[in-house]
């Protein structure tokens, strides 16, 4: 990865932001493998269990609705903005392991951690944006391909944890969202591509969504969005019925659930570079066209060959992420320099709110009917978001996105501004 004069430090930088972010993240993840463990103790149901999961998502989209609002990444600090939020979910978290904390409590902390995680994860967005201008998709991308193993790791942690001891999960991940805190504060540090802070400005949301490459990329991201949350938080549920219709340990169904999440690892750092080669537009249509494909085709191969269907689900799980970095970076090079955190804030807050939506349908799609065609539906995403990425493309807009001057396709949209 090459480094422009100025820009020392930027690979140590991204190391030791990587770090921070997933351990930063890591009360999100953890509540995967400690869900089964607090039901049990608490008597409750599967509904408990969901609305853990899902007052994370609602706090998060909350948290930076309100971020977005306040223009927070933008005023202040990103650094401290985010060791802050850090430090906060971590002592949330920790707060769950308390005695007399009941499953109505747990509910309103798994919120409050919701809240403080949309402190975290965009900031560093901007960040790593800070440090990388010329290789910025390629930086962004190894942002985001490390959270992916992050997100894959709860998977594996079944294999070894009693549920009993879910205390001692939620421990770490407070500890671990403690330790991202001390290393935002100490380590990182804002690049000197990140634009000065920003005084309040009430029309600053306004400005950000009146921009039309920020529109289309952020449009982009929602079909992205559609689909990927709503996979990533049931293809564990997928291998287990797939184990359980060719008498597969569940633990092998726990290792196929990791692999296919832990693939899109190498999705992002691969469309990192090509998008920073070839245009982050093209890399996003290419990524969507195979993922929205392996949608549809994955239910249907249930029953076909064990290693035709392991190769499918590795291939969405390259390709269904592979974009993710790319419609972040698109939108730190469209948006106006000094509301660079607000539009990230913006772009995820949206994206989030759109996956509460999914994660609830795919159930409800294998219910009705079956894991064969539960996720065919999940292919609308990435074919709408193909078509917006594709306008923004041909827009006189897309120079600012890595493609070179000469590969630009002039259409209809040329006027976009």
Request: some cysteine.
């Amino acid at each position: 990865m090459n480094r422009q004069p100025g820009q020392r430090g930027g690979v140590f930088q991204l190391a030791a932001l990587s770090a921070a972010t997933i351990l930063g993240m890591t009360p999100w993840f953890s509540a995967t493998v400690a869900a089964p463990g607090m039901m049990a103790e608490w008597g409750t149901g599967p509904a408990t269990a969901a609305w853990l999961t899902i007052a994370v998502q609602l706090g998060f989209v909350a948290g930076t609705c309100l971020s977005a609002g306040l223009m927070l990444s933008d005023r202040f600090s990103t650094r401290k903005l985010a060791a802050g939020c850090a430090l906060c979910a971590g002592v949330a978290t920790l707060l769950l392991v308390r005695r007399d904390t009941g499953p109505n409590q747990a509910i309103v902390l798994r919120a409050i951690t919701g809240i403080a995680l949309a402190g975290v994860y965009p900031p560093g967005i901007k960040i790593a944006a800070g440090w990388w201008r010329e290789r910025r998709g390629t930086a962004i991308g190894i942002l985001v391909g490390a959270l992916t193993i992050g997100s894959a790791a709860p998977n594996l942690l079944r294999l070894g944890i009693d549920v009993s001891q879910w205390r001692t999960i939620v421990v770490a991940a407070a500890v671990g969202a403690m330790i991202s805190a001390a290393v935002f504060a100490l380590v990182v540090r804002e690049g000197p591509f990140q634009a000065p802070s920003a005084p309040f400005n009430p029309r600053a949301l306004r400005a950000v969504l009146q921009d039309r490459g920020v529109l289309l990329a952020t449009a982009g991201y929602l079909g992205h969005m559609w689909e990927l949350y709503a996979m990533w938080s049931s293809i564990g549920a997928f291998w287990m019925y797939v184990a359980a219709q060719r008498s597969i340990a569940p633990s092998v169904a726990a290792v196929f659930a990791f692999a296919t999440i832990a693939a899109g690892t190498l999705g992002c750092v691969i469309a990192g570079i090509a998008g920073d080669r070839v245009g982050r537009p093209l890399v996003t249509i290419v990524a969507m066209a195979l993922s929205g494909t392996c949608a549809i085709l994955i239910g249907t191969l249930v029953s076909a060959p064990l290693v035709l269907l392991i190769a499918v689900a590795i291939i969405w799980g390259v390709s269904i992420v592979a974009d993710s970095a790319q419609f972040s970076a698109s939108v730190t090079e469209l948006a106006p320099s000094r509301y660079v955190g607000t539009a990230i804030t913006m772009q995820t807050c949206v994206g989030f709110l759109l996956t509460i939506v999914t994660i609830r349908l795919v159930p409800v799609w294998a219910d009705l009917w079956g894991w064969e065609r539960a996720y065919v539906p999940l292919a609308i995403g990435p074919a709408l978001g193909i078509v917006a990425m594709w306008r923004l493309q041909r827009s006189t807009r897309a120079h600012a996105l890595g493609i070179p001057l000469e590969q630009l396709t002039r259409g209809p949209n040329t006027h976009d501004q």
